[in-house]
């Protein structure tokens, strides 16, 4: 039984991506997702300029202000993701918390607190913000709900239950048109 849940924020329930490509004036369109589908890394530098050019991490960090984060869009499905969380399981406020990991920017921690309020001010006090790995807070009756291979993998491997949430930048890019029906079909599996 799934006592708590650990939703992460960005690019599940806010467009990062669109964001940061904004921030770095760079055309993105997330329906023709310009980069190999399966394979994102911000870290692996593979944001490019629309003259081609690479774009670094510090680039991007530098980007990631309170400004920026208070901005954010939602994703298209982040209000359904969240609504299927709650509705499919009935889970209570109490159950579910928002778990989500900032850019090294000092203004980064800040700001996601600021778009939290703006957007989810009922969870202010339920929002967890570290850069600690999501994993040590894995237990049999957690679960993690998370769009980066890494932080499921190691969710699951830590003992607690995890969703890749299909975007296109992780090997579950085959369901990034279903997102709001594999959360929906994955909840109602472990119930």
């Known amino acids: 039984m799934i006592k708590t849940v650990f939703l992460d924020v960005d690019d599940v329930l806010a467009n990062f991506m669109k964001g940061l490509h904004k921030a770095l ?21 593979q944001i490019k300029s629309d003259d081609g050019s690479l774009i670094t991490f510090d680039q991007c960090n530098d980007c990631c202000n309170t400004s920026f984060w208070q901005h954010l869009e939602w994703m298209h499905d982040g209000r359904d993701i969240l609504r299927a969380i709650m509705n499919t399981l009935d889970f209570h406020l109490e159950t579910v918390y928002l778990l989500t990991t900032p850019m090294p920017n000092l203004e980064s921690a800040s700001g996601k ?7 989810l001010p009922i969870y202010l006090k339920r929002t967890i913000i570290t850069q600690a790995p999501k994993h040590l807070l894995a237990r049999p009756d957690t679960l993690l709900i998370d769009d ?3 932080n499921v993998d190691g969710f699951r491997e830590a003992g607690g239950k995890a969703l890749l949430i299909p975007r296109p930048w992780n090997r579950a890019h085959l ?17």
């Open 25 to 45: 004036n760079i055309s993105y369109d997330y329906s023709n997702y310009p980069y190999e589908k399966g394979n994102w890394d911000i870290l692996g530098y």
């Open 113 to 119: 607190m600021i778009w939290v309020n703006d957007n």
């Open 148 to 150: 980066k291979n890494e």
């Open 175 to 191: 369901q990034a048109d279903r997102t709001v029906e594999v959360v929906k079909e994955f909840l109602e599996r472990i119930i």
